[in-house]
């Protein structure tokens, strides 16, 4: 009997430990985190553009033309950072229209959001009001949270352009979620 008792309680615990993964897209900026892991992770894609691809457009009009999901913040803060760094990097003049360019850069953001995942051990609460989703108490678990801002261009004059590779950033924060505190693990402090 009192291995019974015993096997059902460890059994009991077991289901009440639940080693969990889960993953969050988001576009929703609120907060100072997600907009700062954002806009560095369109920073260090903008600092990937290749030098040996994009020497050519010095002295050059460029039409600039950008795609996304949809127009956002986002979206006009990444056009600006791409625009600055075509004229200051690389050289080029911007232009308004394509009748009046040399080159024609078309560009595609496949991604310009955050996204965060957690997996560990962790005893789920179900929903409680006032929490907002699904509450939990965290054993251990790896909370990561990345800003991810990926792109491809075509350029050249149009009928000849050439795709460039898949450009991709990721900034991240992570933080270790224990049941009574978050340790962070990674910051975003940044030096100029």
């Known amino acids: ?22 993953r969050q897209l988001t576009d929703n900026l609120e907060g100072s985190t997600a907009q700062r892991l954002v806009t560095h992770s369109v920073d260090d894609l903008i600092g990937k553009l290749p030098q040996e691809h994009l020497s050519g457009l010095r002295g050059q009009r460029v039409y600039l033309e950008t795609h996304f999901l949809h127009t956002s913040g986002v979206k006009n803060y990444a056009d600006k950072r791409l625009a600055l760094a075509l004229q200051r990097r690389f050289g080029a003049q911007l232009v308004d229209s394509e009748a009046e360019a040399d080159q024609i850069m078309t560009v595609f953001y496949n991604s ?18 006032g929490t907002g989703a699904n509450a939990k108490i965290n054993i251990i678990t790896l909370e990561k949270y990345h800003g991810i801002a990926e792109m491809y261009y075509f350029l050249g004059p149009t009928g000849v352009e050439h795709r460039s590779a898949t450009l991709q950033a990721v900034v991240r924060t992570d933080a270790l979620g224990l049941p009574l505190i978050t340790i962070p693990i990674s910051n975003l402090k940044r030096e100029e």
Do not use: E
């Open 1 to 22: 009997m009192r291995s019974l008792c015993s096997l059902l309680l460890s059994v009991l615990i077991a289901l009440s430990l639940v080693g969990c993964s889960t």
């Open 112 to 129: 310009l959001a955050t996204d965060q995942s957690d997996f560990g051990f962790s005893i789920p609460l179900g929903f409680i009001p």
